[in-house]
């Protein structure tokens, strides 16, 4: 078999398995993929010089469109490029496709140009690697979980053009990919034991589109407390608003020391919140009933943890778990003592995310690493939703931010990243990929508060900080875009259909801020 009919056979076995769109990262080794994408433009294809760009951009596409995406490469480190993605895709339970081609099997452990030991390079982080060459050429995605990312690594002999380049159809009905995210019930009586025996505290988090409705049906008659995180898409739902936390995380370690909650049961995907990670030490016998997409708890102790979210609306709630009158009154009480430090300290980092969350209501907000998560749900105004929320927190920090985001962001509609201002440099690459886009408005905050102000908290050291005093000016103008620098939320935003803001807090007011809330009893 030749190099062309290698390629013809995995491109085509991808289409036939519901793959629609791939990211090419163009290079001589993988000439023959690139060969067909340039015959066969029905393909639809994004092209990228970034291997870690293209990746991260995959990741955001396949969690927009709950459909499997395909990175191509070139060979040698080009491959390595994709691992962090490849951790986040595990995590995150996003299928990314990584296609890899490669110098033939005789050069690996040579040390020759570009021969790179390929196959095991994503180790944990993949479901299965296929090593593929003429004479080893079958590929089958059939059985399939669709949980982890696939590596599919195609080895090419010289010349790499051996023959014709082939056309390629795409099915007219292929298999819909079987996400983890719908599953028959199975622990409906442990369930109703757990809530009837426990005063549970409800973990909010990530949660996939089709099982929103079941969840709120579920907590609305639960009634228990709610901690929501605005990347579950329900923080604001009317049907959990009167159940919902509003003062942010600083009650919870008091409802459990007053014994008001004793348990806690998490709804989707692992909470980034402190308190979850209290769980595994300073709170380590509070029993944790997990309920998730995936089969990953999100705690290193042992907890019960199920996979079913899409028929909860089932349970049968005979007794339900309010709170009672004096703890809601102490959230209350919470809430109104940190919007009066947003109105004390209104250019602090705190006060600009909540000023800037009443202006993005039914807009999609992608929330780019730990402090924008963190500042969002203590800050953001309750009844100005966006229309959609996501964050890339499987197990990232912050790489790849800005990539993801372009490729979650949604056509028709405005599209509104925060990050941080390392984690904007640490992807500086990703615009590229903006004039491939369909067209939409498209509006990146950099919150530039001189370095990683989230360690200041955590170590009070600057070591920790890497502080810095670069804008983000150049930037913008390096990908034309607009650019606009707030020290405050504007009455009225002018914005480009692309624009880049960076937005400057008042290091002072947001230490005393901090300072005060932490203070609040």
Excluded at 86 to 103: F, H, K, N, Q, W
Excluded at 324 to 340: A, V
Excluded at 405 to 423: H, M, R, S, V, Y
Aim: negative net charge.
């Amino acid at each position: 078999m030749t190099n062309m009919e290698v390629a013809e056979v995995v491109l085509q076995e991808l289409l036939s398995s519901g793959v629609h769109e791939f990211c090419i990262c163009a290079g001589a080794r993988n000439s023959p993929f690139v060969q067909i994408f340039e015959k066969n433009p029905h393909l639809k294809a994004y092209h990228f010089f970034d291997e870690r760009a293209a990746a991260f951009f995959a990741l955001g596409r396949i969690g927009s469109t709950r459909k499997p995406v395909a990175v191509l490469t070139t060979s040698g480190t080009a491959a390595a490029e994709m691992l962090p993605a490849a951790v986040e895709g595990t995590y995150s339970s996003l299928p990314l496709i990584m296609v890899t081609s490669d110098r033939p099997k005789k050069f690996r452990g040579s040390g020759a140009p570009q021969s790179i030991e390929q196959v095991g390079l994503f180790s944990y982080y993949i479901e299965v690697c296929f090593d593929l060459d003429q004479e080893n050429h079958h590929i089958s995605l059939k059985g399939l979980s669709w949980k982890k990312p696939i590596h599919i690594n195609v080895c090419f002999q010289e010349p790499l053009i051996d023959d014709i380049v082939p056309e390629l159809l795409v099915p007219e009905k292929s298999p819909r990919t079987k996400f983890p995210e719908a599953f028959p019930m199975n622990m409906k009586g442990h369930i109703q034991t757990f809530i009837e025996q426990h005063k549970p505290l409800v973990i909010l988090t990530t949660l996939p589109e089709k099982v929103k409705g079941p969840v709120s049906d579920f907590l609305s008659k639960l009634k228990a407390p709610i901690y929501a995180e605005g990347i579950s898409n329900l923080r604001g739902d009317p049907r959990l608003i009167d159940f919902t936390l509003k003062s942010g995380e600083k009650i919870l370690s008091k409802l459990f020391d007053q014994n008001a909650c004793n348990a806690v049961i998490r709804v989707g995907g692992v909470p980034t919140l402190r308190f979850w990670r209290d769980l595994e030490d300073k709170r380590k016998d509070v029993p944790v009933l997990s309920l998730g997409y995936n089969h990953f708890s999100g705690l290193s102790r042992e907890i019960t943890h199920f996979l079913d979210l899409d028929d909860l609306s089932r349970i049968d709630v005979k007794f339900p778990r309010m709170l009672d009158e004096e703890h809601w009154k102490m959230d209350q009480d919470y809430f109104l003592k940190t919007q009066e430090l947003f109105k004390k300290y209104p250019l602090s980092e705190p006060a600009l995310f909540q000023k800037l969350s009443l202006r993005l209501k039914d807009t999609s907000v992608y929330l780019g690493n730990s402090l924008p998560v963190r500042e969002w749900d203590l800050a953001a105004d309750l009844k100005s939703q966006p229309s959609r929320m996501v964050a890339n927190r499987g197990a990232n920090g912050i790489d790849g931010q800005i990539s993801t985001f372009l490729g979650w962001t949604k056509a028709g509609q405005e599209n509104w990243c925060l990050i941080g201002d390392l984690t904007a440099l640490y992807d500086l690459s990703a615009p590229w990929i903006t004039k491939q886009l369909e067209p939409a408005p498209l509006r990146i905050v950099v919150v530039n508060n001189k370095g990683g102000m989230i360690f200041k908290k955590m170590f009070g050291k600057e070591i920790f900080l890497n502080r810095h005093d670069v804008n983000f000016e150049n930037f913008a103008k390096l990908w034309n875009w607009s650019y606009s620098c707030w020290k405050d939320i504007p009455e009225k935003m002018d914005l480009s259909q692309h624009h880049m803001i960076e937005l400057c807090p008042d290091e002072n007011q947001s230490d005393l801020f901090w300072q005060e809330w932490d203070q609040l009893s």
